[in-house]
């Protein structure tokens, strides 16, 4: 079945730093990619999201590339802010299973300042 | 403007004491979808609805129940909440397809049980 495994938290970096959050997939069809971001007590909001083979979603600062190859779909931001403190979600959907989206564990990131 | 509308936020019910969570959405999607989630893990699912077609996910527990009046509306009821039933609950809506499209979630209910 459809899986994410995602790099274990909670992340710790200071303001200004470069951030990296692995994400990768099992699918047996052709998945679109998701990063889903969720602030304390809040629900998840979208960050970013790739369709197809090596295109990159970016938003906020945030980037992630879409690589087939090494069937991951990392997160990146060359500069992380007190306020990017959250959990981050890497996700999946396919065609399969319903159309169901399917989540990695969640990453948390803390900033300090 | 909010597209996805979860009432209440916050929710404390008694142990045992039926409770319902409410969910409505102004984006005409007809997927829409219940989630629990603790303590900040993946959001788990329960079940969802493909318009009026009723979907619900092997080990949610019969405690759980779900109804769907219109397009715009999904309540999820818990009939007798245990203290284990404590968690955000999140609903979100999608279009059924493309497989691109992604999910859009509600702010959530937390549920307090005591």
């Known amino acids: 079945g459809d899986s994410v495994t995602q790099m274990e938290g909670p992340v710790t970096l200071s303001e200004e730093a470069f951030l990296t959050i692995n994400c990768t997939y099992t699918a047996t069809g052709y998945p679109s990619l998701f990063w889903y971001v969720q602030y304390p007590g809040e629900g998840l909001q979208l960050l970013l999201k790739?369709?197809?083979?090596?295109d990159k979603g970016s938003n906020k600062g945030f980037e992630a590339t879409y690589r087939k190859e090494t069937t991951s779909f990392h997160l990146e931001k060359g500069s992380v802010q007190v306020s990017d403190s959250a959990v981050y979600f890497c996700a999946l959907r396919t065609n399969n299973a319903g159309n169901m989206l399917t989540f990695g564990g969640g990453t948390r990131l803390m900033v300090k300042p | 403007d909010a597209m996805v509308i979860q009432n209440p936020r916050y929710q404390v019910t008694q142990f045992g004491k039926p409770v319902t969570l409410s969910c409505s959405q102004t984006l005409n999607h007809n997927v829409m979808y219940w989630y629990q989630q603790k303590s900040s893990q993946a959001p788990k699912l329960l079940f969802h609805y493909y318009d009026k077609d009723f979907n619900n996910e092997a080990d949610t527990p019969d405690n759980f129940q779900s109804r769907r009046p219109n397009t715009s509306f999904c309540f999820l009821d818990i009939r007798s909440p245990g203290l284990g039933d404590a968690a955000m609950y999140l609903c979100?809506?999608?279009?059924?397809?493309?497989?691109?499209?992604?999910?859009?979630f509600g702010q959530g209910t937390r549920l307090t049980v005591v």
């Open positions: 979100a809506t999608s279009r059924a397809s493309p497989r691109n499209t992604e999910a859009f």
């Open positions: 790739a369709t197809k083979a090596d």
